[in-house]
Each structure stands twice: as C-alpha cells, then as structure tokens.
C-alpha cells in the first residue's frame, strides 16, 4: 500500500493543485493518509442503494439487546465505565481456564470474569484503562496510543414548520455544502412528505408540521472551531452558537424570492429548539472516528485487529471503514471468527461455527469473513518443516492457497506464541516446530 505513506496534501501538491487545503467538506481534511481517502472513496462513491433504518440506526443496537435480554434477562449493564483488564492467570498457561479475563469495573469492589472480552471502546478511551495485566503486543500499544482520530460537530434544530421545504421546495433529502462555519447542512430524508398537502384534499395548503434540520455537520478544523460554541448542557449557554446557526442558513439559502434580510427574521421565528454535539468533548469517545495519518495502516492497524481471541479489540477503528457502521460491523464479524478458532479445540460448538465460517456457509451480517481478512492468495500456509503445504505433486512452482481466514489465525496464533515467550515482541527463532505442528492440526488449509 505505498500510498498509504502520502500526506493526501502532499500528493495533490505533486499533482499541480495549488492550494490542496480545503476538502469540500473540511478545511485542513487533507492532512490524512491517501490511503484512508481512497478507501473513503471506496465506501462511499459507488452506484448503489443505501436504505435508512426506520427510526434511525439505533434501532440496531435496540432490538440486539432485546434478544439478549429475551434469553439471558439482567445480563447487559449500561453506564459502567471499565479501568482495568487483566488475565485471571499467568497469560502463558494457554488452557481455556488459565485464559480468562478478569474486568474492574468503577464502583464495584469485585472483579468480573470473562472467557473473552470483545474492546470496542474507541482508541482513545481504550488508552486510559489500566491494560498491564493483559501483556499486549507492543505495535498493538503503540496503535492504542497513537492511531488518530478525527473532530466532528452536528447540530441540529427543531422547527416549528420545515421552511426548507414550504418556502424554497427543497423536498429530497441531501447536503448543501458552503464555506460558512456551518460548512454542511444535511435535509432529511425519510418522512419528508409529511408536510405535504392531504391526498383526500388536494386543495389543502401544506401542513405546517414541525421538523428537524442537521443544519450543521462539520470535520476537522471547522468542527474544532465550532466545538467552542458548544457546551456539555446544550442547548443551555449557547445563544452565540444559535446566533451564528441561524445566520449561516439564512446565508446559504438566501435567493432573489428570499433574501436574506427577509429568509432571516422568517426562520429565526420559525426555531423551536436546537440540540448541539461536539465529539472531541466527549469522554467516552475522545473524538469522532478513526482518521489514519501517514504509514499507519501499513505500520499499526495490524497491531490492532491481532489478538489471541481472548482480548479482541474491534470498532470502526479496528477495520477499513472508518466512520460508519460497516466498520464496526464488520470488526465484530473478524473478531468473532478469532473467538471461535482460539476456543474450537476445546468446544464442538465453536469448531462447529468456524467450519461455517471458513467453507462461506455464513450470511450476512453475521458473516462471511470480511474480504480485507480473507487473503487466501497472500497468506503461505504454515507446516512444521517447511513452511510450505507439501501436496503431493513435484511442482515446485504450483501455486499454493491457504484456505479462508488464514490470515487471521496465523494472528491469534503468533500472539499465543509471544505470549508463551513472555515478551511484548514475538521472538520466531523461539517458535518450536512442535507448535506449528500443532497450529496446522486445527484449521483446514487448503481449499
């Protein structure tokens, strides 16, 4: 991934662009790795359908733990904050009991303890948890430490009436873009035609309906900007930020049939209420999404999706699709893959899975194996000798294929082995035949 070790400034630079400085949708935006723009691209410039869940995507998070609590009621805590994670034993005893995590959690005198723990806690609150006890890799520490995170605002205002609509006819949803503090508005795009006129009287003038308006979503140096408007009792303490809220759309939407002297004073009367976010003052999160510099993914995203299938760390920042839900769904998919492997010699239930997993038997969203994960081709299989498959046939130029997921667990593997050795770093002169041996009785390798 060489361009993964470009400034994207540095390459429009290269390119004759004379100012490469202003994103359309975030001043200083460029200050990323070319690889994360490309793979932004990737996800988000193509010719297909989205879809809206209905009644907004936490609605995801909503019906899960409906069905955890159908079967195992009382089991999901909200509001507990984790500050340290460690083996329950020597994290060289690689039996499933000896591999067990114990959690503190803030408040409670006790100890929990977990067969596995799946992190999804963003990098930067991930950093302050007392991790010691759990012996990570040191790329995987200096990844927790250092892989970057980029600021994001929204605000959003109440109407008494969606003027967008009634008054300039904007009914689709979409983003108008402006070099305004406000930088993006966002019109909603489900339920937009509830203002419209009754279809049993077509006569009927619009219901003046109240709506919400993402009058403002901005990255980067505008959201750091606008983030000091912002107060943490919002919409309390924000007059000014209204203030400037208010301008900037009359400023945007301002044409010869709605001036801005007539547009302002209109939609100012029209403001209910506002509600305002500011990512990077937000304990919990430490900043919006994962926004990779220069070298990062080829040097510690690694480090970060590595684990022993005890420890698994997963997030929109643990995969390649950064700042959506794909990413986080995604991570969970590969984690779930590195559980069930790390416990398949020891459950028939889990082996049961991972030979779903590896023969593609497994649908969406639950499955199959992200296609980053799936590198087959790139991966040589492990044998104790030789590091080859021996198959039999004396072409020594015969192409070999690992089977699916190979990648990842050659991962959880090598990080067993470096935590057999005892260090932060593996040592592969320490890798004893005997346990690769072992490694290739537990997966199929070849398709």
């Known amino acids: 991934m060489a361009g993964d070790l470009l400034l994207v400034r540095i390459r429009l630079l290269c390119s004759a662009f004379a100012s490469p400085n202003i994103y359309d949708s975030g001043t200083a935006w460029y200050d990323q790795a070319l690889s994360e723009?490309?793979?932004?691209?990737a996800n988000f410039d193509f010719d297909g359908k989205w879809w809206c869940i209905e009644g907004g995507s936490q609605e995801m998070a909503k019906r899960m733990y409906a069905k955890i609590e159908e079967r195992n009621p009382s089991r999901v805590s909200f509001n507990k904050k984790v500050t340290k994670m460690e083996y329950l034993n020597d994290p060289k005893d690689n039996t499933p009991d000896?591999?067990?995590i114990n959690v503190h959690v803030a408040g409670e005198r006790d100890y929990r303890t977990y067969d596995a723990v799946f992190n999804s806690a963003p990098l930067g609150s991930m950093q302050r948890m007392d991790l010691r006890g759990l012996k990570l890799n040191w790329g995987t520490k200096q990844a927790i430490r250092s892989l970057g995170y980029g600021a994001s605002c929204k605000v959003g205002i109440r109407f008494k009436e969606m003027w967008w609509m009634t008054k300039l006819g904007i009914k689709k949803g979409g983003v108008s873009k402006t070099d305004l503090p406000i930088r993006m508005c966002v019109y909603p795009?489900?339920?937009i035609h509830d203002n419209e006129p009754d279809p049993k009287d077509p006569e009927k003038e619009p219901r003046n309906v109240p709506g919400v308006l993402l009058c403002s979503y901005s990255w980067s140096l505008e959201a750091q900007r606008l983030g000091t408007l912002i107060t943490r009792e919002s919409p309390d303490g924000e007059d000014e930020l209204k203030a400037l809220l208010l301008d900037n759309l009359a400023k945007l939407h301002a044409n010869k049939e709605w001036p801005y002297e007539k547009l302002h004073p209109v939609i100012s009367d029209l403001y209910n209420d506002h509600f305002a976010y500011d990512w990077y003052d937000d304990k919990g999160t430490t900043g919006a999404f994962a926004y990779f510099g220069p070298g990062q993914f080829r040097n510690m995203y690694p480090y970060i999706i590595r684990n022993d299938g005890v420890h698994i760390i997963i997030g929109e920042a643990a995969s390649a699709h950064h700042a959506w839900v794909v990413g986080a769904i995604e991570s969970a998919v590969r984690g779930v893959y590195q559980f069930l492997y790390k416990h398949s010699e020891h459950s028939a239930k889990?082996?049961?899975?991972l030979q779903k997993y590896n023969h593609e038997q497994v649908e969406a969203p639950y499955g199959p194996i992200p296609k980053e994960f799936d590198r087959t081709k790139d991966?040589?299989?492990?044998?104790?000798?030789?590091?080859?498959?021996v198959t039999g046939k004396e072409d020594e130029d015969e192409e070999l294929v690992s089977g699916n997921g190979e990648w990842l667990r050659q991962g959880v593997q090598v990080e067993d082995w470096r935590l057999q050795q005892g260090g932060d770093q593996l040592i592969p002169e320490k890798v004893t035949a005997a346990q690769v041996k072992e490694f290739t009785a537990l997966a199929p390798l070849v398709k």
Not at 37 to 41: C, D, G, N
Not at 350 to 353: A, D, L, R
């Open 189 to 191: 795009s489900y339920n």
């Open 37 to 41: 723009m490309i793979l932004e691209s």
């Open 379 to 389: 991966v040589i299989p492990l044998t104790p000798d030789t590091g080859r498959i």
């Open 98 to 100: 000896g591999k067990k």
């Open 350 to 353: 889990c082996n049961y899975v």
